[in-house]
C-alpha cells in the first residue's frame, strides 16, 4: 500500500460489498410488506392523535430528549483490524489521515437517524406551536453541527481513556444536546450561544487531552469487531452468517422457568432445549423482539384486519426461526451423552417452541385487554398467534420428517 488513504479505499470497498452481500437477504418482499403495513398505519394513527393533541403538550421537551439520545449514540467507524497494532505502528503519525475519512463516514452514516427522528417531530412541534418556521430551520441546521461535533468529541474521548467511563462522556454529551435543543424549540435563543460554547470547550478539552497519549490500537480495534458482530447478529435473523460467533448468557432471573436438574428425568431434550433457548443470547433476544414488535403493534395498529395481519406474520417469524434456531448446534450436543432413544429432538422442540408462543399469546392478549378493553378482538389475537404458531410447527416438523 502506498498510504493510509488507499488503505481506508480498500477497506471501506470491501465493507460496503459486505454490506450489500447480507442486506440483499434483509430487504425483501415480505419485510417490504410488513415495513409498509406498519409505517402507513403508524402514520394514519399519528395524524389523527394531532388532530387532538392538546396545545400544552411538552413536544418540545419530548423532542429534545430523543433527538438528543440519537445525536450521542454512535461508536466512530474505524474498519480497523487486528493485524493494524502492528502495521499501522511505523505509520503512527500518518494516522490522523485515516481517522479523517473514517469520522467522516462515520458522521454522515449517522446523521440520517436524528434527522429522520426531527422530520417525524416536526408535525408534533408545529400542532402545539413549538417554534417557529425560522427556529424549526435553524434547530435542523443545529442538528448537523452538533452532530459532527459529537463524532469527534467521542472518538478523542475515546482516545484520551481507551475507552473507560464511556458512558459519563454519553451521559454530558446527552444533557447538552438536549438542553440546546430544547431552548431552541422553547424560542429561549439567549442560552444557546452559552450551552455551544459549553460543547466546543468540551471537545477542545478531549482533543488536547487525546493528542498527549498514543494512539489506543486495541480499543479501537475491539469497538470495530463488536461493531461487525452486530450486524452479523442483526444479519443472522434473515440468513446463516458465518462469521458469527454466539454468546451465552446465564439469565439467573429467569430460573423460574427452567426445572432443576433431576435424577431419572423422562424428558432430558426438553430440559436442554429449555435452557438453550433461555441462555443463548442470540434466540432468546430474537423471541424477545418479535414479542415486543407484537405487544406495540397490538396496542397502536388501529384497524383491526391490519393488526391480524400483522400479529399472525410475527408469530410465523417466531416460530419458524425459533425451530431453525433451536435445530442447528454444533457437531457435537449435551443430549448426545443421555441414553435416550432417536426421534426424541424435534418432538422436543415443537413442544419447547409451543410453550414460549403460548407465553407470547398470552402477552398479547394482555396488551389487547389494557389497550382496547373487555372485548371479542384481544381474543382473536391471541388465538390466532397460537393457531398460526401451530401450523407452522407442524408444517416444519413434516418437512423435517420427510427430509
Known sequence: MNSLREIWGNRFVHYMTELQKYMKFVFTGHLAIVLLFTIGAGGYAYSEWLKEVPSDFPSAIIAAVVIGAALCIGTPVTLMKPADIVFFLPLEKKL????RRSLRYTFFSQLPVPLLLYIVFLPLLSA????GKQQLILTAVVIFLVKWLYV????????????????????????????LLYVMLAGSP?????????????????KKRSAANPFPYEHFITVEQNRMMRFYRFANYFTDVPHLKGSVSRRAWLGFLMRSAQFGQTSPQRYLLRR????????FW??????????????????????YIFIGALAFASSIQLVHALRAGDDFRMDMLFPEMDNTRVPAIRKTVSGVQLLQAIFVLATGLLTIGIAITPVILSV??????????????GKTEEA
Open 152 to 179: 469527534e468529541s467521542e472518538f478523542h474521548y475515546r482516545r484520551a481513556n481507551e475507552g473507560k467511563g464511556i458512558w459519563k462522556d454519553w451521559i454530558v454529551r446527552f444533557v447538552l444536546a438536549a438542553l
Open 190 to 206: 439567549y442560552f444557546v450561544p452559552l450551552i455551544g460554547l459549553l460543547m466546543a470547550v468540551y471537545y477542545l478539552y478531549w
Open 286 to 307: 430474537l423471541w424477545v423482539r418479535l414479542t415486543g414488535l407484537s405487544v406495540i403493534g397490538v396496542a397502536l395498529i388501529p384497524f383491526p384486519i391490519v393488526v
Open 384 to 397: 390466532i398467534v397460537l393457531i398460526v404458531s401451530e401450523v407452522t410447527l407442524r408444517v416444519s416438523n
Open 96 to 99: 490522523d489521515d485515516y481517522m
Open 276 to 283: 438453550t433457548l433461555v441462555r443463548t443470547d442470540d434466540i
Open 128 to 131: 402545539t406551536g413549538a417554534g
